[in-house]
């Protein structure tokens, strides 16, 4: 989330209010005290998640900057996108995963199981698509960001209460920091959108 604020205030000329600015020191704490029990840090793990969250946060930046550039909603950003993505992924799919391989596509016995399951897989990744696109489209990237926190808290709750999955008791203190921070974070976001100017068409 800082690095998307960072990316909308210095190339697009955005700004936040101190009040959302300062609720991303619990959401943040939240999710460090979250993970610190799951993660094992490596020099090329650490590289490649740095790149990962720089690419992403411009990923996310841009489909909300988009949409309001060429005035379109969600459904008809993501059907020009997806093509280009498709071919992206075409050039580098031979590389990541060579079809010729032992075990890959070519030499696997396909069932009609395994089909449904992979034509039910990229129904799910459409329909994730479609909702990241709408979020950002209808509110923005940091917002979008905030509710992905929110979800992965509930997953924690989830996970505990479903599968009796251990918390431990700071991870439990970081689910509370977390949805502190996403409470506050809905609380000013609502109060600004209230003190915006708006007119009434006749």
């Known amino acids: 989330m800082p690095t998307i604020m960072l990316i909308q205030t210095n190339l697009y000329d955005r700004e936040f209010s101190w009040k959302i600015k300062s609720t991303l020191v619990p959401i943040i704490l939240g999710v460090i005290m979250n993970s610190a029990y799951d993660i094992k840090f490596n020099i090329m793990g650490t590289v490649f998640a740095l790149i990962g969250v720089g690419v992403t946060s411009f990923y996310q930046v841009l489909v909300g900057e988009k949409q309001k550039e060429f005035q379109v909603n969600s459904m008809q950003l993501l059907y020009y996108q997806a093509p280009l993505s ?4 075409l050039f580098c799919f031979p590389f990541v995963e060579p079809p010729w391989a032992s075990d890959g596509l070519l030499y696997r016995e396909w069932s009609i199981v395994d089909l449904m399951l992979v034509f039910l897989s990229g129904i799910i990744a459409f329909l994730v698509n479609v909702s990241i696109y709408w979020i950002i489209g209808n509110t923005s990237a940091i917002t979008y960001n905030v509710v992905g926190q929110l979800k992965f ?4 709750i989830g996970g505990y209460f479903l599968f009796t999955e251990p918390i431990m008791p700071i991870q439990f203190l970081g689910i509370i920091t977390t949805m ?3 409470s506050l974070y809905a609380y ?10 708006f007119s009434v068409h006749k």
Not at 153 to 156: Q, R, V
Not at 188 to 197: G, Y
Request: charged fraction near 15%.
């Open 180 to 182: 502190c921070g996403v």
């Open 86 to 89: 498709a071919l992206l992924l």
């Open 188 to 197: 000013f976001k609502n109060q600004d959108q209230k003190s915006l100017p």
């Open 153 to 156: 808290c509930l997953t924690l």
